[in-house]
């Protein structure tokens, strides 16, 4: 990335910490920015919170995708920024109204040191905690001051009455004119007016609060919700990752109102009960979430059915994730198809759903009664792990959701020449609008990816495609790669090492997890692979095409 003068400037400003006292008051607002952006760069947390907490704007986004070469802000830099907007609260310089941290985390224990989700999430509610204690001891010590200043008024009324019960009338009239320049320099008619002054702001505050509920439309929840957002200072828009370790602590962060709120645009779950989840979900604001993501929890097909119509009241909802959730769906269980009907009734209310991804439900022949209760067709669909029958795969290539397909993952689900018919069918329907597939895992052989390469060749819109640890030979990886060299939108190719790669003792037909387990061969000069496929890469003039076997680096949106 080619840095600008303004940012190479900026760098060196915030280079020396000492100085800034300096130049902060003479700063733009428009250089705030880039100011904030080389703080995070060179890892200058001190500039952070400074820069924050007078931050001259309405809102502030530090989440979201980073452009090639920009630096993620570590750990001490978003804990800086997040101290600083506490105590931007009470600074008048300050005018943050929205802080917008979506997509923001890192991956737990990743490399570097960068703040993991689950972390975020909990400096996040500690954050909010903090700031409602701060706005609790400050409206007591606002309410001190009134009792006081209600107490010396209450006195001095005292005081008046007794010295009108001495004197008469006349006296009384004389001394107060007499005394009214004294009187009016006194305290007690100031006191008086902020008293009154006191009440007023609460009876604003009501009236303010009344009007609000009366002129906006919507359910009861979100009238509710617009009108608690009178007192918030600033709206915390994040990405939240709660798991049994931090559900209290987000429990108390979304319970209760205070001058910071947070706002979930995708939520994940992990190891929770479905009560706690159902708990969560009715604590979150309705509108902003987009997405939810279910992992690790023994929900089974009863506990989804249970939690679809909580999900169905968030308008905005396009993305259902579950992950090793347990909807293990079998006809012998007494009540299992009544759970099925109620899951599928359940799904067609979220009337927004454009990404839905199942992974080892085991939920094999199923796939009909889960998808056609859609109202709308999917645009990305991953199913790994789900044992689909040729029965699956063939309601889905003739599904209202196949030509709206831009993602599918079908990895680790057994493909042969029963399913053959069906695939071909799915991609030629989905060929104009797919852009990334997966097929890893699925036990393609030389002889069924020779049939099925006709079919993808014949995916123009295709950007990445995956076909990891399926078994092919050398011969039948060229062919794969003379395909791919013909696509011209085709960007990235997650190919297998060819089985002449591997040890020997391999199956003739080794499965994905032998494939995966089974050591390469050291005496075979894997390098040699690599240097046939670039070279037929530079034959067909192609270097934008990245091709590459490491599966656990394989990132398909490296190339958007």
Known sequence: MVLSLVNLCAREVVSDHSSSPSWLRWVPRELYRALLEAAFASCRPLAVGELVQRWPERALRVGGRRERGQTVPNRLSIQALLLAVVRGLTDHRCALQVLDLSGLQGEEGGLGDSMGGWSLTVALCTMVVQARAGAQRAQRKEADRERKRFSALERERDLKRERGQRQGPKELRDDE????????????????????KGVRRRMEMERKRGMVAAGLGGSKREVEEKVVDIDVMVHIRADLFVNARSWERARVALSSPGP?????RYLRVEEISVSSIRTLLDLLPRRGLLGVDFRYSSLGVSGLAELLPLLSTFPSLNSLRLHYCNLDFRRDHLGQEDALRDLSQGLA????????????????????????????????????????????????????????????????????????????????????SLQHLSLSGCGLTDGLLGLLLPSLGGCWALKSLALALNPLSMAGLMDLVRMAVRMPSLRQLLYPNPLEDYQPGLPDLPSSAQLLDWPLDEATDINMTSSQLNRLLIESKRPDLFLTCDLLNYDKDLMD
């Open 177 to 196: 004119t007499g005394h009214n320049r004294d009187r009016t320099a006194s305290s007690g008619p100031a006191s008086e007016e902020e008293l009154i």
């Open 260 to 264: 910071l709120k947070l706002q979930c």
């Open 349 to 432: 209310h979220l009337q927004e759903l454009r990404q839905l991804s199942l992974t080892a439900l085991r939920l094999s022949g199923q796939l009909r009664v889960l998808l056609s209760s859609l109202p709308q067709p999917l645009e990305i669909l991953e199913l790994p792990y789900l044992s689909l029958s040729p029965a699956d795969l063939a309601y889905l290539s003739c599904s209202h959701h196949a030509s709206t397909l831009q993602q599918l993952d079908l990895s680790e689900n057994c493909l042969d020449a029963s399913t053959l018919t069906s695939i071909r069918r799915l991609l030629s329907q989905a060929s104009s």
